[in-house]
């Protein structure tokens, strides 16, 4: 009888480990809080990767944008610079915002992928993208003319996810 009772609370930990595993499995993991969308940009003030003054990322909105996050050591973030690139050379506004990375490896980065980017924001703590609503990367928002974030894409960046995003900040679509 004691060993019945000994294996009940393994029994019961099996069966939430189960839940909880098949929950993880089934969630989509795309998705990511919207809670910014809608919202003006903060008043962000971060440092550009070019040692220049410090930047208010509201100064760099000229007309529809997007703001892209992205680190030197995220494996995705490569994956999506040839969608950036073309999107740089069609014309379209990207800032880049360089998030709990190191300037050197960031400018190696660029180095290395190209950079699409028409300025590059140094996030080093990571609190510029907490105040984005960003909960990792790569993650790209489409800016307004205002200065209002109207959508998030928390992937790499594709042509169609690029075109939404455009559509959503009033941009058209380059190309």
């Known amino acids: ?3 019945l009772a000994a294996l009940i609370p393994i029994g019961a930990l099996a069966v939430l480990i189960i839940i909880f595993a098949g929950w993880s499995l089934h969630r989509e993991t795309h998705v990511a809080p919207m809670a910014m969308v809608g919202k003006p940009l903060p008043p962000l003030v971060l440092a550009t990767l ?3 003054a410090p930047v208010a990322l509201r100064s760099t909105v000229k007309g529809p944008m997007l703001i892209n996050v992205f680190a030197s050591w995220c494996a995705p973030c490569v994956q999506e610079t040839p969608a950036l690139a073309a999107l740089k050379a ?5 800032v880049g915002i360089a998030y709990k990375d190191a300037p050197a490896a960031t400018a190696d980065f ?3 992928y190209g ?4 300025s590059v924001l140094v996030d080093r703590d990571g609190r510029a993208g907490i105040d984005l609503g960003a909960t990792g990367v790569p993650e790209t928002l489409a800016v307004d003319g ?3 974030i109207r959508g ?3 992937l790499p960046l594709t042509a169609e996810a690029a075109e939404t995003l455009l559509k959503q900040a009033g941009a058209s679509s380059p190309g």
Not at 90 to 94: D, V
Not at 115 to 118: E, G, L, Q, T
């Open 1 to 3: 009888m004691r060993r």
């Open 50 to 52: 070019d040692g220049g």
């Open 90 to 94: 069609e014309g379209t506004p990207i």
């Open 110 to 112: 660029l180095t290395r």
């Open 115 to 118: 950079n699409p980017y028409r």
């Open 146 to 148: 205002a200065g209002v």
């Open 152 to 154: 998030k894409w928390a």
